[in-house]
């Protein structure tokens, strides 16, 4: 018969490699009018895509130093829950000496992805945004506008939170086994 203790290691691993995998992907996105969208990513890259074809920014503000930071403390807890699940699956560590680091991890990966998201949720993007849609919504559009209200959360945000909820999980399920 096979023993779940076998495997307890495959959530965590899951886990690593998609909060690893989350980096690359855009944590907003926005149509507008029907023939722009707009993504953009942690770490600060905007791409906008519409009938003129499509081009990237990269900001350089405080909005890239902070993403740029949470997408790196991102990537570095899920490479060691993503570690630490394959010293597991090879026996060479305990799952007693692991779990409570793949709680703290998820709990760490969690923490520092909402602080992202509240962050650019209070940043005046009024100007980034008027520079990027200034041909579209020229005299509608707000300077002192949540960013939240035009983009919705996309696999970049959203996962590094089900990551650390998948080894918060793994951590706590783990406290079953002994060896």
Request: glycine share 10%; hydrophobic share 55%.
């Amino acid at each position: 018969m096979i023993e779940i203790r076998n495997y307890i290691w495959m959530a965590p691993f899951v886990a690593g490699l998609i909060g690893i995998i989350s980096i690359f992907f855009p944590a907003g996105t926005g149509g507008f009018a029907g023939y722009q969208e707009f993504d953009f990513w942690i770490w600060g890259m905007w791409v906008q895509i519409g009938y003129g074809g499509a081009s990237t920014i990269f900001l350089s503000d405080i909005f890239s130093t902070v993403g740029i930071g949470c997408s790196v403390l991102t990537l570095i807890f899920s490479i060691i829950i993503l570690i630490t699940a394959n010293q597991i699956r090879k026996n060479s560590k305990s799952i007693i000496d692991t779990r409570m680091l793949w709680i703290a991890c998820g709990i760490l990966i969690i923490i520092i992805n909402i602080a992202w998201a509240v962050f650019i949720t209070f940043m005046n993007y009024g100007v980034i945004l008027n520079n990027l849609w200034s041909e579209i919504f020229p005299p509608s559009f707000q300077y002192n506008t949540m960013i939240w209200l035009y983009f919705n959360f996309n696999f970049g945000i959203t996962g590094p939170l089900f990551s650390g909820v998948l080894a918060i999980i793994a951590g706590k399920y783990s406290k079953r086994f002994r060896s």
